[in-house]
């Protein structure tokens, strides 16, 4: 799997948008970009997957830059409950996906 | 629907004793299926995979081990363990194709004292 980079740690304010970026400068053309979050004491759970299109679901948006090498996952009113780690990572043909150290995201009230 | 099942939640287990962590999916057949363990503080380490019955491929050597005894059956195991061995272990499953998400299990906690 390519490299993503992304931010250590990120705050934001209760009920406000969040957009926690993810840099993926050596992805590949048969990369989907996916993201995970993983709130304390849990398994990462699934959030938002994309190839080259922007995506949005009841969770969260994923905005994909025209030429695939940065991605944004964008939360539109951050809650208490997405205070988590949020990891970005690129999915190939291949058979396992690791998972680098992701952003911190830490939600004030 | 598919459901992944992992057991115990937590485990403390005394140095040099064995170990066998048990995980199974339902509802879907021939899934992948991944280790990962997460020391404390720490990002999530891929232990094993396996793409099918008795197939098993090793990402970090180490005092464990991995087997498939059944397509839906996941077990990790461990002779000896080690304080090193301390952390929270998750088992996953998804399809192969690169679009397809991974579904996590709810972890075992392992405490070696």
């Known amino acids: 799997d390519a490299k993503t980079t992304q931010p250590n740690s990120m705050e934001s304010n209760e009920e406000e948008p969040v957009h926690l970026p993810c840099n993926h400068s050596?992805?590949?053309?048969?990369?989907?970009i996916h993201w995970y979050r993983q709130l304390p004491s849990q398994g990462p759970e699934y959030v938002i997957h994309?190839?080259?299109s922007n995506v949005n679901n009841r969770m969260a948006s994923l905005a994909i830059a025209e030429d695939r090498k940065s991605s944004t996952l964008i939360l539109h009113r951050a809650t208490l409950r997405d205070a988590a780690v949020y990891y970005c990572i690129l999915r190939d043909r291949g058979n396992d996906m690791r998972f680098g150290a992701g952003t911190r995201l830490t939600v004030k009230p | 629907s598919q459901t992944i099942h992992q057991w115990p939640a937590t485990l403390v287990q005394p140095v040099g004793s064995p170990l066998s962590l048990e995980c199974t999916v339902e509802?879907?057949?021939?899934?992948?299926l991944y280790w990962y363990r997460q020391a404390a503080g720490r990002g999530l380490q891929l232990l094993f995979y396996s793409v099918g019955i008795g197939q098993i491929s090793s990402e970090v050597p180490q005092n464990l081990s991995a087997s498939r005894p059944q397509d839906r059956q996941f077990i990790l195991s461990s002779k000896k363990l080690l304080l090193s061995d301390s952390g929270f272990y998750l088992c996953?499953?998804?399809?192969?194709?690169?679009?397809?998400?991974?579904?996590f299990g709810s972890g075992t906690r392992l405490t070696v004292v």
């Open positions: 996953a499953w998804s399809r192969g194709q690169s679009f397809a998400g991974y579904t």
């Open positions: 994309g190839l080259t």
């Open positions: 050596t992805i590949s053309g048969t990369d989907y």
């Open positions: 509802g879907t057949s021939n899934p992948n």
